[in-house]
């Protein structure tokens, strides 16, 4: 919607700028001067506007060329819109009469008017096909619409034919009613026509052409129907084609033609059967028209042209040829009951011949025109209908030669003009008349007096010319002419040769009448009238039916009373020029038309008292914007509205009128002012309503956005909380047989607890798994096991330190393995039984603690070269006396030990000695380390190594000294004043000593 509103913004921007040429509609000229008029109308042709407006009458002015204003855009652009919103144009006259039609349902039609030429038949075919392109449609109704506008291409080619004032002259008149249902679509058409001007297929003037379909026919038809048909393709071949001398002309193209009248006769259903007849009697016109006529030597007509004859066989025209040869140059006359031929004179027979080709011709489209009505009847019934009628009919003309058919033409003419001076009177009058507004009366000229000079009963030309045809006598065609003088002879519009003033005389023929038409004088010869009239195939009958010219008048009427019923618009069309050149506007010629469609009086009536009306809601609607009380809504009663908004705007009292529904503006100035001053305020509603529009879209936007993410949340949390309620009523079981499992864990295993079971051993295995004691003599990391997993921990337990010892042991070197057996040697002996032992463990034995820069003095080292030293440390000795502290070596030998002080060897006990006095002593001296040092070292009370267990290992393994365990026993230490070593009476071992040396005692420990 956004799109299309902005989409018209722009084109009416551009057009608006356009359309700045001149007036669009001329009751806002200033100036109702002809002058004026025409200098406006010469400003937009000359920018090709060839519309303008006079209120809602459209004049439309010939351009000569092809506008690009007919395009589905354009049309799309039209549709829906008030008509004085967009600049003038056909469809917005067409789309206004529809809608008009669907919101008041009502009939209307669109008069289209203008002379010969100047495009009325172009603008209806431009109406019918807005209404194809626009119309909402169904695929049913499609097919309507594609035969209602095919229908046109095939009545032009069969109605219409090149005149010097038209290469496309209507030579028929068309009423096309089109029927709309309730709904809008185009359900049906019908078609009314009026008099052919069937005196063309046997006769044309110069520079003119018979119907187009004869040179289509010729030109464009393929080669086996030419054959079947008997036709050649040269136009110059046939008599009824040649006599205006213009067969080609370059404007036409019949070849193309001919392919479009053939799709478009497929189109409207006409089966090929009767496609097939159709040209046949076309082609049978043809022949006929060259049929010759010879006379004998008693003057009596032969036909000599047996060639064209022989195609009268049957299959065309389907009658036998001699009944044809006979009918044409022999009258039948019945003589008491019988038959009596009698010869015809040549021109006789060519009258016959003739009148033959004219009778066909014209029953062939009056069959062709009930096909299309066929076609394009409307079968869905049921449904209210509402119609707009379409009226295109022959317009006015003037050639140097007028007939009969002329004046039938031109009299058509008059009578549209005195109903559209009728209508657009009476409409008027009635429109002040019904808003209680006083009328002004506007001069006019009322053409009424030239219709009853031709047609009213007794004395109009019409009735005189009916009178002639009947009379009994030697009526003809001047005896009708005296007649006329006789009744018309003081009438203004009617003047002949005699009646006329010497001036006038010399411009007309002793066998013309010249009468004063709306649009211009035109002289009409009178030869042929009385024939024409009574369109009969035999000369000489007086036949009682009705002529041709009374008929016309009736179906006339007819035709006025089925206008009178509607509502009416109108498009005049107006010539440009006279020799059809793109362009050329020809002023006077254009002076002419205006005067004589009497479209300033229109003008004038429109503008007479007030120039100009709108409904008061219409109005209000479009220049509310105007007044800030009615933008952007007028909440009252529209005249209130309008009433507050005119006040606004300053209109003087004697500017305005305010009637019942609408609002009467007195002078064009007035609207134009406001016109421009909303033209100005346009541009700054269109920011402001689309700044509107874009936060309103804007708005509904987020909503939406907002309601969807709403919902999205919503949905999602559904789904959220349903896979939480799933996860709960999950957990609740698990956690319920986790319960179960532990609540009965402790008994046999059952469905109850084996999850639970199963679970307390994996748990168990695992955390063990990261657990497990890193080194064999960690006994204590064992993790503590669930009851189900005792046994099993038991088990894993051993296997893992069995594991641990293995990699142990294979992990160690024989050097190693040596240690660790003097290691457990040591073990045996102390493991248990001295404190200081376990922080021992840890620390290797050496092969011997003097080495390196702390060495063996040589001497000593010469000393007991015969023993092989087994081990030293060095030892620090604290004297008896004092405890003084001393450096010592001890070297152990195979045989004995000996304590150094540096080269000196100080003491040297034999183990040998050392054995004997040692099993003894153990008992005495369970602590065995002071009996050692005691009796080792006898008067040396104490000695300090670091690496006792080392060393005492040593000593034992040396000399396999055995120690045993002895009894428990402790050491009391005590300090004295003499230092001493004793047993005691409680049998602990006593020592005594001065402060220092307990210290040094302790450490020893
Ligand atoms: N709106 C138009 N745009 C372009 N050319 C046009 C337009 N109207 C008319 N013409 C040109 O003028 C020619 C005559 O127009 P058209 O046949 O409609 O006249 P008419 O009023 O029907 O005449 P007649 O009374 O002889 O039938 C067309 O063939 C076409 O070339
Ligand atoms: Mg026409």
Redesign the pocket.
């Known amino acids: 919607m956004y799109l299309v509103v902005q989409g018209q913004l722009d084109m009416e921007g551009a057009l608006t700028a356009r359309d700045r040429v001149g007036i669009q509609d001329f009751v806002l000229l200033d100036e109702t001067t002809e002058t004026a008029f025409l200098s406006n109308l010469k400003k937009r042709f000359s920018e090709d506007l ?1 519309y303008t407006y006079i209120g809602t009458l459209l004049v ?1 002015v ?6 690009d204003i007919y395009n589905k855009k354009q049309m799309d652009l039209y549709m829906g819109v008030n008509f004085f919103e967009l600049p003038p144009h056909i469809y917005a006259l067409a789309d206004n009469a529809y809608h008009t039609m669907l919101t008041e349902f009502n009939n209307h039609f669109i008069l289209i008017s ?10 209806s075919k ?1 109406i019918l096909q807005y209404y194809a392109v626009s119309c909402p449609s169904t695929t049913l109704l499609d097919t309507v619409r594609d035969k209602m506008l095919m229908s046109n291409p095939v009545l032009e080619a069969f109605g ?1 034919a090149k ?1 010097l ?6 030579r028929f008149g068309k009423y096309m009613d089109i029927q709309f249902d309730s709904q809008g679509d185009a359900v049906g058409g019908h078609i009314l026509n009026y008099l052919l001007e069937k005196s063309r297929v046997v006769h044309q003037n110069h520079g003119e052409r018979n119907f187009h379909i004869f040179y289509q026919l010729v030109q464009g038809g393929e080669e086996d129907l030419l054959h079947q048909l008997g036709l050649e393709r040269d136009c110059q071949h046939y008599n009824y084609l040649t006599q205006g001398e213009c067969a080609i002309v370059s ?1 036409i193209n019949d070849k193309n033609d001919w392919k479009t009248v053939k799709n478009a006769l497929n189109v409207i259903n006409i089966d090929e059967t009767d496609i097939n007849h159709l040209f046949e009697i076309i082609a049978s016109v043809l022949h006929l028209g060259n049929f010759h006529f010879e006379s004998n030597s008693k003057g009596q007509a032969i036909l000599n042209s047996n060639a064209d004859l022989n195609y009268f066989s049957p299959q065309l025209l389907g009658v036998n040829a001699e009944t044809l040869r006979k009918g044409l140059t022999f009258r039948w006359i019945e003589v008491k009951k019988d038959e009596v031929l009698s010869p015809f004179t040549t021109d006789h027979a060519i009258y016959a011949r003739d009148a033959l080709a004219k009778a066909v011709y014209g029953r062939t489209f009056t069959w062709l025109v009930n096909k299309i009505n066929e076609s394009m009847e409307n079968t869905v019934s049921g449904r209210l209908k509402t119609v707009i009628g379409l009226l ?4 006015f ?1 003037v050639f140097n030669l007028n007939s009969f058919e002329q004046f039938c033409i031109n009299y058509c003419n008059e009578k549209l003009q005195q109903l559209f001076i009728q209508l657009t009177l009476k409409s008027e009058q009635e429109e002040y008349e019904a808003e209680n507004i006083e009328w002004e009366p506007v001069q006019f000229f009322n053409n009424k007096i030239i219709c009853d000079l031709v047609e009213e009963r007794h004395r109009g030309i019409i009735s005189i010319l009916d009178e002639e045809c009947l009379r009994p006598g030697d009526a003809t065609d001047l005896t009708f002419l005296e007649r006329l003088e006789e009744k018309m002879g003081s009438h203004p519009h009617f003047v002949t040769h005699r009646l006329a003033d010497k001036m006038t005389r010399k411009t007309l023929e002793r066998g013309d009448f010249r009468l004063l038409h709306y649009a211009g004088e035109v002289t009409y010869c009178v030869v042929g009238f009385l024939d024409k009239n009574n369109d009969l195939l035999y000369r000489n009958i007086k036949d009682v039916s009705l002529h041709v010219a009374t008929q016309f008048k009736s179906s006339l009427l007819k035709l006025t009373e089925i206008l009178m019923a509607k509502e009416a618009w109108y498009v005049r ?1 107006l010539k440009s020029n006279e020799s ?1 050149q793109p362009g050329k506007f020809d002023e006077a010629l254009i002076r002419h038309q205006v005067k004589y469609l009497g479209l300033m009086e229109h003008l004038r009536v429109r503008r007479a008292g007030f120039a100009y009306r709108r409904r008061y809601d219409v109005f209000l609607q479009r220049y509310k914007p105007l007044c800030p009380a009615t933008w952007p809504h007028w909440r009252g009663e529209p005249a209130d509205g309008v009433e507050v908004l005119v006040q606004h705007l300053g209109y003087l009292p004697h500017e305005y009128k305010m009637g019942r529904t609408k609002i009467f503006i007195r002078h064009a100035r007035t609207l134009f002012a406001t016109e421009d001053a909303f033209e100005r305020c346009k541009h700054e509603l269109a920011t402001r309503l689309q700044a509107k529009y874009k936060g309103y879209k804007a708005k509904g936007e987020f909503k939406k956005q907002k309601e969807a993410a709403t919902k999205i949340e919503t949905c999602w949390r559904g789904v959220q909380a349903r896979k939480e309620r799933e996860k709960r009523a999950w957990a609740v079981k698990v956690i319920k047989k986790f319960i179960k499992g532990y609540m009965t864990r402790g008994e046999a295993k059952s469905t109850d607890n084996s999850e639970y079971l199963a679970f307390v051993r994996q748990s168990y295995l695992n955390r063990l798994k990261d657990k497990l004691p890193k080194t064999v003599l960690d006994k204590t990391t064992w993790l503590t096991p669930p009851a189900v997993m005792t046994e099993t921990s038991e088990l894993l337990r051993k296997i893992h330190s069995r594991l641990l010892v293995r990699r142990y042991v294979r992990g160690i070197t024989p050097q190693k393995k040596a240690q660790l057996q003097l290691k457990v040697i040591t073990s045996n002996i102390f493991k248990g039984k001295k404190d200081s032992y376990p922080q021992s463990i840890a620390q290797p034995f050496e092969k011997t603690r003097i080495s390196g820069y702390i060495y063996i003095n040589v001497k000593v080292l010469q000393m007991i070269r015969n023993e092989q030293i087994k081990y030293s440390v060095p030892v620090i000795k604290y004297d008896r006396n004092g405890f003084k502290p001393r450096p010592r070596q001890l070297i152990l030998t195979q045989t004995a030990a000996y304590v150094v002080e540096e080269a000196k060897i100080k003491q040297r006990v034999l183990y040998t000695s050392l054995k004997g006095q040692g099993k003894t002593m153990t008992k005495q001296f369970p602590f065995f380390l002071f009996y050692f040092a005691l009796l080792l070292f006898q008067g040396d009370l104490v000695m300090q190594c670091d690496h006792l267990f080392e060393f005492l290992t040593k000593l034992i393994c040396n000399q396999g000294i055995e120690i045993q365990a002895g009894k428990e026993s402790a050491v009391d230490f005590t300090t004295g004043q003499e230092p001493m070593v004793y047993k005691g009476k409680n049998g602990h071992l006593m020592v005594v000593s001065g402060p220092v040396m307990m210290i040094i005692l302790r450490s020893l420990m």
């Open positions: 060839i439309s010939n351009p000569y060329k092809e506008l203008g002379e010969s030429g100047a495009g009325k038949t172009e603008a431009k219409n005149t004032k038209n290469d496309n002259s209507s404007s295109d009919i022959y317009g003309e069309c059809k």
